[in-house]
């Protein structure tokens, strides 16, 4: 599914936080290299990440489980 939201618009980002695989956004990382980031296990990092990227107006998005950030 990022994938095909990927493909309609190139301004899509996709940051997760070291749970790619489990959360399948490594597929949209296999396709689109230049617009996927795995932050590793840094969960506070990935809000201010995607904070900066909100800021230069990407659409992102962030996978993470939530009760790591709760």
């Known amino acids: ?22 959360t399948r956004a490594v597929m949209f990382g296999e396709k689109f290299r230049d617009r996927y980031f795995n932050v590793g296990i840094a969960k506070q990092h990935l809000i201010g990440f995607t904070t900066g990227l909100a800021l230069a107006g990407t659409i992102h998005i962030a996978t993470v489980f939530a009760e790591f950030i709760l």
């Open 1 to 22: 599914m990022l994938v095909e939201i990927g493909e309609k618009s190139d301004r899509v980002v996709v940051v997760t936080a070291d749970v790619g695989l489990s």
